[in-house]
Structure formats: structure tokens, C-alpha cells
């Protein structure tokens, strides 16, 4: 049973920093790539940043330059760092997983930034 487990959000100031991890457990098989995504109230889910298994990386434009994802493979564990945050990050972000056989989420974690 794969699970993945996000930690790492928290209320913070507008321009202040997280880092949000995702920990994948259980049998995994062939990765094709893993994502953040969040959702704002009232808002569709909406995709944050992704890395692919060659290590490519991609990013919404409202966060490009701002965000940076990783990867650990050695610790299954996908790594958001959010900088210079703006009250519109304010949203419950997700860790997802995408393998060859189908795809897995997180429970999420909260970010609320103040202004």
C-alpha cells in the first residue's frame, strides 16, 4: 500500500519562507514523476510544481522563481521550498505521485499566509 504523508505547513507571514516535505512509502513502482498541488478555498485544485524521473522540473508561472521542488530518492521524499510566500499562496497544498500504474495523493497540508 503506497501512502504519501505531506508536513511542513503552517500560518506564516507574507514574504516569509516554508518548506514542505512529502514522504512516500509502501511499493512503488517505475516513477514517472511527482507533483505539488494546491487548493485555495473555494478554488479548483490547481498544480503548483512537478519533477519528472530524469529530474526536469516545471512550475505554475504565479510561482515561478519563487518555489523550488527536489527530490531525495534515497529518502522517498519530494521537497517543496516556498520563498517571498504572498497572501494568495494562502491554500491546502498536496504532494501527488505518478507511476506507471496508476496515481496516489497526500491528505495535504494547510499554508495560510497573512498579510
Known amino acids: 500500500q503506497v501512502q504519501l504523508v505531506e508536513s511542513g505547513g503552517g500560518l506564516v507571514q507574507a514574504g516569509g519562507s516554508l518548506r514542505l516535505s512529502c514522504v512516500v512509502s509502501?511499493?512503488?513502482?517505475?516513477?514517472?514523476?511527482m507533483n505539488w498541488y494546491r487548493q485555495a478555498p473555494g478554488k479548483q485544485r490547481e498544480l503548483v510544481a512537478g519533477i519528472f524521473s530524469d529530474g526536469r522540473t516545471n512550475y505554475a508561472d504565479s510561482v515561478q522563481g519563487r518555489f523550488t521542488i527536489s527530490r531525495d530518492n534515497a529518502k522517498n521524499t519530494v521537497n517543496l521550498q516556498m520563498n517571498s510566500l504572498k497572501p494568495e499562496d494562502t491554500a491546502v497544498y498536496y504532494c501527488?505521485?505518478?507511476?506507471?500504474?496508476?496515481?496516489?495523493w497526500g491528505q495535504g497540508t494547510q499554508v495560510p499566509v497573512t498579510s
Open positions: 501527488r505521485l505518478l507511476t506507471v500504474t496508476g496515481e496516489y
Open positions: 509502501g511499493s512503488i513502482s517505475s516513477i514517472n514523476a
